[in-house]
């Protein structure tokens, strides 16, 4: 069955540097983009941004960038996200999840890892 | 930047019907995708492309699509669908995606 492992809690200081891991199993890791979605307390999803792990390029959210990076290890499985020039704004869960695209040309996220807490704080 | 706008909030007496929209140009040539966010849980894929259910999710869950306007139904609502919902879609001049705004469903 596929699952997403997100890596542990993490507490941080304003203007620091965090990277979050997402393991998969249950499926050819190559085959499907990865996007990377976080949730302020209280507050909607945000969308920030997607791997295409075969290919190794990336898409971001305008308004993350230059401030985050996403990449992968196709050795693992894992991919892996980074925010930099943290900013107590940047206190959320974020998650991976998984990119579906079907034989129609329709886009979904089908399955999402478990969350990472990440606070910022002085 | 697109934008996805949804209302804010909307409630449902139990075993009637509501409409969540979800407004913004990325709808006139893609789907929506509807994602339900129940408290301390991730999201789950509700609705996708032209109406479709992943397996496990109740048929009285549909959606439509009209012009900029994307909509999810839920037909004879459950209290177990007491939720946040989502729609998302992708900007197709950028390959970004975008979350809409969310609702807030409350079934009385």
């Known amino acids: 069955q596929v699952q997403l492992v997100q890596s542990g809690a993490e507490v941080k200081k304003p203007g620091a540097s965090v990277k979050v891991s997402c393991k998969a199993s249950?499926?050819?890791?190559?085959?499907?983009?990865m996007h990377w979605v976080r949730q302020a307390p209280g507050e909607g999803l945000e969308w920030m941004g997607i791997?295409?792990?075969?290919?190794?390029?990336?898409t971001y959210a305008q308004r993350f960038q230059g401030r985050v990076t996403v990449t992968r290890d196709t050795s693992t499985s894992t991919v892996y996200m980074e925010l930099s020039s943290l900013r107590s704004e940047d206190t959320a869960i974020y998650y991976c999840?998984?990119?579906?695209?079907?034989?129609?040309?329709?886009?979904?996220?089908?399955?999402w890892g478990q969350g990472t807490l990440v606070t910022v704080s002085s | 930047s697109s934008e996805l706008t949804q209302d804010p909030a909307v409630s449902v007496a139990l075993g009637q019907t509501v409409r969540i929209t979800c407004q913004g140009d990325n709808l006139r040539s893609d789907y929506a995708s509807w994602y339900q966010q129940k408290p301390g849980q991730a999201p789950v894929l509700v609705i996708y492309g032209k109406n479709i259910r992943p397996s496990g999710i109740p048929d009285r869950f549909s959606g439509s699509s009209s012009g900029n306007t994307g909509s999810l139904t839920i037909t004879g609502a459950q209290a177990e669908d007491e939720a946040d919902y989502y729609c998302?879609?992708?900007?197709?001049?950028?390959?970004?995606?975008?979350f809409g705004t969310g609702t807030k469903v409350t079934v009385l």
């Open positions: 249950g499926y050819t890791f190559i085959s499907y983009y």
């Open positions: 999840a998984r990119n579906c695209y079907d034989s129609s040309g329709y886009y979904c996220i089908d399955y």
């Open positions: 998302n879609s992708r900007d197709s001049s950028t390959n970004a995606f975008v």
């Open positions: 791997i295409n792990p075969s290919a190794d390029s990336t």
